[in-house]
């Protein structure tokens, strides 16, 4: 069983930078995928950004393509999301969650953390 742990969030002003960070222990993670989520008093979950852990291929959505930047480091265990030029948008909880390639559903989650951007 995989379990993920999320750090990093904080209380930044419109336009600064934060880094997630998200450790994985339990399971090899070749064959899944990692994403953060975030979601917003009022507002529907998303799905920010991704990466294929095996290959390293990303996903971005395109509110935050250009600003956001998603990595893992295997060695560690640990994906990051570097976020440039936050907005006050931007805030909400991001979770680090986990599903198999191929399917729909992120079925492991950290207990998240706040990100708030101040305008």
């Known amino acids: 069983q995989v379990q993920l742990a999320e750090s990093g969030g904080g209380l930044v002003q419109a336009g600064g930078s934060l880094r997630l960070s998200c450790v994985a222990s339990?399971?090899?993670?070749?064959?899944?995928?990692l994403g953060w989520l975030r979601q917003a008093p009022g507002k529907e979950r998303e799905v920010v950004s991704a990466i294929t852990w095996s290959e390293g291929r990303t996903y971005y959505a395109d509110s935050v393509k250009g600003r956001f930047t998603i990595s893992r480091d295997d060695a560690k265990k640990t994906m990051y999301l570097y976020m440039n030029s936050l907005k006050p948008d931007d805030t909400a909880v991001y979770y680090c969650?986990?599903?198999?390639?191929?399917?729909?559903?992120?079925?492991?989650w950290g207990q998240g953390t706040q990100v708030t951007v101040s305008s």
């Open positions: 969650a986990l599903k198999r390639r191929g399917e729909a559903t992120y079925d492991v």
């Open positions: 339990g399971r090899t993670l070749t064959n899944y995928v």
